[in-house]
T-cell receptor
Framework: DGGITQSPKYLFRKEGQNVTLSCEQN?????MYWYRQDPGQGLRLIYY???????QKGDIAEGYSVSREKKESFPLTVTSAQKNPTAFYLC?????????????FGPGTRLTVT | AQSVAQPEDQVNVAEGNPLTVKCTYS??????LFWYVQYPNRGLQFLLK??????LVKGSYGFEAEFNKSQTSFHLKKPSALVSDSALYFC????????????FGTGTRLLVSP
């Protein structure tokens, strides 16, 4: 999966709890992304970051937060404000934002909230 | 806005037969088009891309795609399907607004029977 690791593979949480998904890359890429995948809806962009200490909202950022304190790491927090958090979450990276169309994906984390 | 459509939720083909997974696009300007494959509970893997040049693009694992400007299509093809090709296939287009993110289709599940 191109030098991107996501952990854990499966995550279970109770409703009302915040949860943080890990994403690490060793590709020396500047840009990183978080997507949410739901059946029949393809991938939707949650947040993206083009450089350390900078990140921008994607198409469905409500109820999510991110940080980018290190180049290699881009953790995603799913907050209790996210109305429907159960989904498959994918992290990706690219050399930079100009090459955002060539992305490398991690193996994903399947989050189940009950 | 840039978009892609994958009209088939699922494609069934017998091993050894040719396969086609359809994708049509709607873009302003010249399209950058991509195909990705996703195996169960895994991240997406890049298969091929069309940016410019020959209309027939060759990619990984024996896949190819034909860019057809008049029909605004970018169908994925393989001359002889393998059972191991069974997976979820996503067509994507580069968005020209903002940071040129990838816009994904909803995906087509390919099932290759022995």
């Amino acid at each position: 999966d191109g030098g991107i690791t996501q952990s854990p593979k499966y995550l279970f949480r109770k409703e009302g709890q915040n949860v943080t998904l890990s994403c690490e890359q060793n590709l020396n890429h500047d840009a990183m992304y978080w997507y949410r995948q739901d059946p029949g809806q393809g991938l939707r962009l949650i947040y993206y970051s083009q450089i350390v200490n900078d990140f921008q909202k994607g198409d469905i950022a409500e109820g999510y937060s991110v940080s980018r304190e290190k180049k290699e790491s881009f953790p995603l927090t799913v907050t209790s404000a996210q109305k429907n958090p159960t989904a498959f979450y994918l992290c990706a990276s690219s050399i930079d934002l100009l090459n955002s169309y060539e992305q490398y994906f991690g193996p994903g984390t399947r989050l189940t909230v009950t | 806005a840039q978009s892609v459509a994958q009209p088939e939720d699922q494609v069934n083909v017998a091993e050894g037969n040719p396969l086609t997974v359809k994708c049509t696009y709607s873009v302003s300007g010249n399209p950058y088009l991509f195909w990705y494959v996703q195996y169960p509970n895994r991240g997406l893997q890049f298969l091929l891309k069309y940016i410019t040049g020959d209309n027939l693009v060759k990619g990984s694992y024996g896949f190819e795609a034909e860019f057809n400007k008049s029909q605004t299509s970018f169908h994925l093809k393989k001359p002889s399907a393998l059972v191991s090709d069974s997976a979820l296939y996503f067509c994507a287009v580069r968005d020209i607004t903002g940071f040129q993110k990838l816009v994904f289709g909803t995906g087509t599940r390919l099932l290759v029977s022995p």
